[in-house]
């Protein structure tokens, strides 16, 4: 019997809400801190752990037939993958912030000044929308001690609470993407029998919770 493989992350912010997700459709699995894969037991369906970043790829190469996954990964990795359900988790947005001090409050004014980001590839698409030159520093983490050391002018990250900018002496002042949990599958028309019923089973469960 034909078996689909979905691709969840491995540790971080999703991964507890991901299980949860699937536990709740009735699937049962073993759910090791140390094992890459699991197999479900009651449903053709395994189960692949991995870095959040190379879901989005996994899905659309067809090496996981599907993905759970933060919308801003899948903007920034710029695969082609198609949303089949928003998960109503993980929710963030990614914004452009500035020292407390700095009195920026228009975008214009970002015109030639250095933005330090995990996200280049979003970031450029904002400042292209908006017609701003300004120079991208990518940086991979810690992204909010930038502007306190003198490396940046402002920062673009992930905003959930905002804890970490106040902390940070840093003011949000544009937001540039909205993000939560989704599910993804292949770009393509065809889809499963499997994949459709596992679908429906996130689906009662989403509404359940509504
Ligand atoms: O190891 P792996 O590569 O899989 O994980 P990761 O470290 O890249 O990602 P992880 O686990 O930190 O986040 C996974 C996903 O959760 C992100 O891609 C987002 O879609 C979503 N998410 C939701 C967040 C946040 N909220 C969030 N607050 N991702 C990151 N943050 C960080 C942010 O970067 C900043 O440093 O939390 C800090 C800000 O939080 P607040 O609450 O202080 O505003
Ligand atoms: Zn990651």
Redesign the pocket.
């Known amino acids: 019997m034909k078996t689909i493989k979905i691709a969840i992350?491995?540790?971080?912010?999703?991964n507890e809400k991901s299980v949860e997700l699937l536990k709740n459709c009735g699937l049962n699995f073993e759910n090791y801190k140390s094992s890459l894969i699991s197999k479900v037991t009651n449903f053709p369906l395994e189960i692949l752990f991995l870095?959040?970043?190379d879901i989005p790829e996994y899905v659309q190469d067809g090496i996981a037939d599907l993905g759970i996954v933060?919308?801003?990964?899948i903007a920034e990795t710029k695969v082609s993958t198609h949303t089949l359900q928003k998960l109503g988790f993980?929710?963030?947005t990614l914004k452009i912030a500035v020292k407390k001090d700095e009195l920026i409050s228009d975008i214009a004014e970002l015109e030639n000044k250095t933005i330090a980001t995990s996200y280049p590839i979003i970031l450029q698409d904002y400042l292209d929308k908006n017609n701003i030159k300004a120079n991208i520093r990518t940086i991979s983490g810690s992204?909010?001690i930038g502007p306190g050391l003198g490396l940046s002018d402002a920062i673009c990250?992930?905003?959930?609470?905002?804890?970490?900018?106040k902390s940070n002496g840093l003011v949000p002042f544009a937001d540039v993407l909205s993000?939560e949990?989704v599910l993804i599958t292949k770009n393509t028309n065809e889809s499963s029998h499997l994949i459709e019923e596992l679908l429906q089973r996130i689906q009662s469960v989403l509404r359940a919770k509504n």
């Open positions: 992350q491995k540790s971080g912010r999703l870095r959040d970043d933060g919308e801003n990964v993980g929710k963030c992204v909010e990250d992930i905003v959930s609470t905002g804890a970490t900018l993000s949990a």
